[in-house]
């Protein structure tokens, strides 16, 4: 059933039918002739403090605006309800609204509900701005990490020129081929961890160093500062290669020190690289995944190849003890070396995991 009442112009109750007796708990006795504000409709809208005695008056002059709302009520014995009217004006013979009749239906539940989504709404909506407060607070601290991260390698960077070009100046060796061909050696050394901390600090991506970027320069670097060395064509491949700080560098360093040796050995005067291996001199660098999470890592050139006797981890030339121990204690890499048509080199990378120190028994 429906509520079914009707209110004079004073807002004061006329009629009451039973199913409205039953749903409020008053009967007709007690009812008839009270003020329906105050008795079953609150004296204020909830939530707004909003006068209904008001909107009463209002739908005295303008009865179009309220022929249909929703508003909270009130049970005899205190119960709040909703209820969803819907109010039609009795009219005088002179045209003026004598009474309203109107039909109530309980929307108790639905408006229940409706009002705990809205809380919901207004909570989820506290933790968003909380959310982006916070996000906001991450990305200038973000920033400020990036500013500091880059003026860091910016540093480094150019203190190890300041350190190439100390090693450049007047004096700083006896004169003797050997000792600038050491001094040359160090300056690569410095140049390749310098150049680290250069394409980080030019990529704006301090976490991992792209290696095909940096092998790129690396090798073009060490060509350049070997002018007397042979001409020397070069390949790298290693595209999607990327690998953290602590493994980047001595992987350059071992790049350096194996072209550095290939630059001094591979091609010596009166071997004919083109008869030989049916090529121009190549020193080529591969980096590619090995489909097992790691990595594997081949420096090969086609020159004349290492001495038969010569056991690069026994060896005692300092580049070549310089890269087996920098495969084995920092890149976590095994070593295998083979001799055909030149010298290859192969490093099998451990998977890059964070935090991993070990190396490969």
């Not at 079914?4 to 708990?25: C, K, S, V």
């Not at 329906?36 to 605006?65: F, Q, Y």
């Not at 250069?198 to 092998?215: I, Q, S």
């Not at 595209?239 to 020190?257: C, H, K, Q, Y």
């Amino acid at each position: 059933g429906s509520i079914i009442l009707r209110f004079d112009t004073e807002g004061r109750i006329t009629y009451f039918n039973e199913f409205a007796e039953r749903f409020f708990g008053y009967s007709r006795e007690e009812i008839i002739g009270k003020p329906a504000v105050g008795t079953i409709i609150p004296l204020t809208e909830s939530g707004t403090g909003r006068d209904l005695a008001d909107m009463i008056r209002e739908m005295v002059s303008n009865p179009a605006k309220y022929a249909n709302n929703e508003n909270e009520n009130i049970r005899k014995n205190g119960d709040r309800i909703w209820i969803a009217w819907a109010n039609r004006p009795v009219y005088n013979p002179d045209g003026t609204v004598r009474e309203f009749t109107t039909i109530g239906n309980d929307i108790t539940d639905r408006k229940r509900a409706e009002i705990a989504l809205q809380e919901k709404h207004a909570k989820l909506n506290a933790i968003n701005e909380k959310l982006e407060d916070q996000k906001r607070q991450l990305t200038s601290a973000l920033a400020e990490k990036e500013i500091l991260l880059a003026e860091i390698h910016h540093r480094v960077k150019n203190n190890l020129a300041s350190f190439i070009s100390l090693l450049s100046l007047e004096g700083s060796d006896d004169g003797s081929p050997r000792a600038r061909q050491l001094r040359n050696d160090l300056q690569n050394r410095a140049r390749s961890m310098a150049l680290i901390h250069e394409t980080l600090y030019r990529t704006r991506n301090y976490d991992r160093v792209d290696m095909e970027d940096y092998l790129t320069s690396l090798v073009g670097q060490v060509i350049r500062s070997y002018a007397s060395a042979p001409r020397v064509r070069t390949r790298i491949v290693a595209t999607g290669v990327s690998l953290d700080i602590p493994r980047a560098t001595p992987a350059g360093l071992i790049v350096n020190e194996l072209l550095t040796n290939s630059l001094k050995y591979a091609w010596p005067d009166g071997f004919d690289t083109p008869a030989a291996r049916g090529e121009d001199p190549l020193f080529e660098v591969c980096f590619e995944p090995d489909g097992d999470g790691g990595e594997i890592l081949t420096i090969r050139d086609n020159g004349i190849g290492l001495p038969a006797g010569i056991d690069p981890v026994k060896t005692r030339s300092m580049g070549l003890k310089l890269v087996s121990f920098l495969s084995r204690h920092q890149l976590r890499a095994t070593m295998e070396v083979r001799r055909t048509d030149g010298t290859r080199f192969i490093f099998r990378l451990l998977p890059d995991k964070p935090g991993s120190a070990g190396v490969p028994a």
